[in-house]
């Protein structure tokens, strides 16, 4: 049986010895830079990100598959930096709903085993949880015995197991509503577009309150409007960090939008748990 330690975290991006795997060039649509978000790629296992296809096009972000196999006594670790979303994970063991997170994450791989996990976009996490707010940095064990016969009898083929995870969605979530619809436009335009670094911005370009906009993402995130932006900017700061040696730390802020190199490195700090600096010096 494979072991994933319990860390309070879906295993999207979880920790390992081998290799990346994305989906075709050609496929892929909203399917973003799959290390965005991991602070250490280096150490992830066989890590697959599927774009969903048309019909749940509306209900998922992308699939994530890791698939590891480690030594006995041997465990691999990964922090990470998740996106502001919930997850549906299905496992050997059972089909868990988790939150969305509020801080860094570390995911513990022990043994062998295999997650299909469904980022979720907030049109369908409304329809799975009545209070993502209250779900945020938790899970709950869903009992869908169908669903997960059916993805366990299909891996270890890939595309068939996020195919039957994509129709359980949409089969269960149905017509989207305009608060649904509004709620994906909300999601995407805060984790995509780097103009907006308010909520104020996402509200006039949203053509509606702001006040609106944090109801509906109380509802449907189970997070802030601000969160998500800030979530957003430290994700790309990261990775700029990581992957851009030569970038100095107060062009990356001013690019980011960051008041100063002094506010990225106060959220690197309070988030991260070390300096922008010591980060880079890592890698």
Known sequence: ????ADSRQPPSA?????RRVSAP????????????GVLYPDRLPRFTRLPPGEAASDLVEWYWIP?????????SRQALLPYPAANLVVEPDGVALWGVTTRTGERVLRGSGWAVGALLRPAALSHLS?????????RVVLDEPALHAAVVAAMPDLQAAAGVVGAWLVARVGALTPEARLANAMAELLMT???ILRLDDAAERLRVSARTLQRLAHRTVGLPPAAMIRRRR???????????????LADIAADLGYADHAHLANDFRSVLGLTASEYRGEH
Do not use: F, I, Y
Request: net charge negative; aromatic share 2%; charged share 25%.
């Open 1 to 4: 049986m494979p072991r994933l």
């Open 234 to 248: 430290l994700q790309e700061a990261a990775q700029r960090v990581r992957d851009d040696p030569a970038a100095s």
């Open 193 to 195: 577009d780097p103009a």
């Open 14 to 18: 979880a920790p390992g010895a081998g």
């Open 25 to 36: 060039a050609a496929t892929v649509a909203r399917v973003t830079d799959p290390n965005r």
């Open 67 to 75: 698939q590891w196999d480690l030594p006995d006594g041997v465990e």
């Open 130 to 138: 009545a209070a993502p707010a209250d779900l945020a940095d938790g």
